[in-house]
């Protein structure tokens, strides 16, 4: 990113102008600053759904961040093994790519949802974002408004024992290459 946001949208491109909107249709409350927590309380609210952020171990050739949309709950997962300001932008990034409802991997196909998350029904499953690391103006925009976001924040530790909804054990399993609760290597 060349430059940060300009003050009152003097000099700013559209696409600027655009996160400042999307930055204010979030309408966090009017504090100065806030957690990731009380953010993803707020945006779970807006959305009617609780948003969970969760790092765990991803595997190597998979993106830093994972956004996964159900029906119930949006879930941010990341790389528990960066540096907590690298995790910090990840998460704010998803969550930009959450407020700005991008579309860049639509509902997976029946098949591929069955594949990558074979103990959900393909139809909960709306959409899964990755962090991607191209020039596209949706990467663009999401880090822009995650930006924005961030300099709502106060510190942010990274918790590496967040709870897991039931709902997700299997997802969390699967997505880190682990075995799913209660069963050991030897159940075959």
């Known amino acids: 990113m ?10 700013q491109t ?10 204010r249709e979030l309408a966090l409350p009017p504090r100065r600053k806030m957690t990731i927590e009380e953010v993803c309380e707020h945006v ?6 609780p948003l969970l952020v969760l790092p765990m171990a991803l595997p190597a050739d998979s993106p830093h961040g994972l956004w996964v949309a159900t029906d119930r709950n949006d879930y941010v997962f990341l790389e528990e093994r960066l540096a907590p300001i690298h995790q910090h932008q990840v998460v704010l990034h998803e969550i930009g790519h959450l407020v700005c409802d991008h579309d860049t991997s639509p509902v997976l196909a029946a098949e591929v949802s069955r594949l990558l998350l074979p103990s959900l029904d393909p139809g909960l499953v709306r959409r899964v974002l990755g962090r991607g690391h191209t020039d596209s103006e949706a990467e663009v925009e999401a880090e822009l408004v995650g ?3 961030g300099r ?14 039931p709902e997700a054990h299997e997802l969390v399993a699967r997505l880190a290459l682990l075995e799913p609760p209660g069963r050991t290597e030897t159940d075959g």
């Open 44 to 49: 779970g609210a807006r959305r009617g759904r």
């Open 147 to 149: 930006s924005l976001i």
């Open 152 to 165: 709502r924040l106060s510190g942010w530790t990274v918790h590496r024992d967040r709870p897991v909804p």
């Open 14 to 23: 559209p696409l600027e102008r655009r996160c400042e909107e999307r930055f």
């Open 2 to 11: 060349r430059r940060l946001i300009g003050a009152r949208g003097l000099g």
